[in-house]
């Protein structure tokens, strides 16, 4: 009996393990899924953009999953703690990954998910948000093909720095 205490110790670690496992797993808010495409070096090697050339569209979403029944659906992972509700910048982002899904893999999803350092978000990918996401590329097209910089919305230093228009930009902090 005693040559098989080992055995049965490391079996029941082995299920510890995995229930803990199954619980941090529950704990990100994120479904059950297979992890189709993912942004990340460790994953996998930096997987290819998805494009839509007929809207100028290009983007690469942290997580695309698979989930059960077909549907495939981007994940937006952000590093803050959430919001009370999104702001309208994540949800362009998540819009724009939702039909760079629909244009690569030929299927629309219902919805995608933005995942904060706290919650995570289930955002419909509706009629609603597809017209935000393309009035937003309308009015950034026409700000791109105007002379002029414009106008900073914000105080803050960073984001001018990492900003497209920094070297046009009379306005920059």
């Known amino acids: 009996m005693r040559e098989w205490l080992p055995v049965f ?5 082995a299920v510890v393990f995995f229930l803990l496992g199954r619980g941090k797993s529950r ?6 899924a297979r992890v189709v495409y993912a942004d990340d070096r460790q994953f996998q090697r930096l997987s290819q953009p998805l494009l839509d050339d007929g ?52 299927a629309r999803p219902s919805y995608g998910l933005l995942r904060y350092a706290d919650k995570t978000f289930e955002i419909p990918y509706d009629a609603a948000m597809k017209a935000l996401l393309l009035e937003t590329i309308q009015r ?3 700000v791109e093909n105007s002379p002029e910089a414009p106008i900073r919305n914000h105080q803050q230093p960073i984001r001018c720095q990492g900003c497209g228009f920094a070297d046009s930009c009379d306005q920059k902090m």
């Open 27 to 32: 704990q990100t808010g994120l479904p059950e």
């Open 9 to 13: 110790l490391l079996l029941a670690l």
């Open 55 to 106: 809207l100028g569209l290009v983007g690469k979403p942290d997580y695309i999953l698979g989930l059960k029944g077909g549907m495939i659906i981007p994940v937006e992972v952000k590093s803050s703690r959430a919001p009370s509700r999104p702001y309208e910048t994540h949800l362009v982002q998540l819009a724009a990954y939702c039909h760079l899904v629909e244009s690569a893999y030929g």
């Open 140 to 142: 950034l097209r026409v």
